[in-house]
């Protein structure tokens, strides 16, 4: 079973400050995904990637085969990113039965 | 695009009773998935099907029982509910490149 790991378990930042959040695999996959969950709200997906780097407004991805690891980047934070981001890996074979980190708490004070 | 739809999004249970969560998706997705999240934890994997017909159970299927009898619908049945079933359920699914799409979740409380 693959061990997914994400640090910070909290990061607390202030508005506008640049945000950097990691994660990290123990087995070889095919994709990673980062998920976001508003407190009390529902899971969005954020991003799906295999390699190299996603962009989608302010958040980036990038992911390391290699070196088995990922980064969830936001730039110029604001107060409504404050959210719990989840990272979960695939099976490399087989279903798609997701491996979930235990997620990162990012609260951004206006 | 409906998306996945989860009802009821709220639901007091006694001891005992029995309920349906429904799960509904519009995108044609083969794997469905149902997980529970408890305050403050992660998501466990409840059950989950590779298409119709087909479902098998996740890490924490005890209490819980599913069936897949259309690619639209995977709903999860609860008998005999316990206070240890109080959760979040999220309900989800997927088709290989397309991601995962998750249902806005159903809160139950068993007392």
């Known amino acids: 079973k693959n061990e997914v790991e994400q640090s910070p378990q909290n990061l607390t930042a202030q508005e506008g400050e640049f945000i950097t959040i990691n994660c990290s695999y123990s087995?070889?996959?095919?994709?990673l995904h980062w998920l976001q969950q508003h407190p009390g709200g529902g899971i969005v997906s954020l991003f799906m990637?295999?390699?190299g780097k996603k962009k989608h407004g302010r958040l980036i991805a990038t992911i390391n085969i290699q070196e088995k690891h990922s980064s969830l980047h936001i730039t110029a934070s604001h107060p409504r990113d404050s959210a719990v981001y989840i990272c979960?890996?695939?099976?490399?074979?087989?279903?798609?039965?997701?491996?979930f980190g235990t997620g990162t708490r990012l609260t951004i004070i206006p | 695009n409906a998306g996945v739809t989860q009802t009821p999004k709220f639901r007091i249970l006694k001891i005992g009773q029995s309920m349906t969560l429904q799960c509904t998706q519009d995108?044609?997705?083969?794997?469905m998935y149902w997980y529970r999240q408890d305050p403050g934890m992660g998501l466990k994997l409840i059950y989950y099907?590779?298409?119709?017909?087909?479902?098998d159970k996740g890490e924490v299927p005890n209490g819980y029982n599913v069936s897949r009898s259309t690619t639209e619908d995977f709903p999860l049945r609860l008998e005999l509910a316990a206070p240890s079933q109080t959760s979040v359920y999220f309900c989800?699914?997927?088709?290989?490149?397309?991601?995962?799409?998750f249902g806005s979740g159903t809160r139950l409380t068993v007392v």
């Open positions: 989800a699914s997927s088709s290989g490149p397309s991601g995962y799409t």
């Open positions: 087995v070889g996959i095919s994709a």
């Open positions: 990637l295999s390699s």
């Open positions: 979960a890996v695939p099976p490399f074979f087989g279903n798609e039965k997701l491996t």
């Open positions: 995108m044609n997705h083969n794997y």
């Open positions: 099907s590779v298409g119709a017909g087909i479902t």
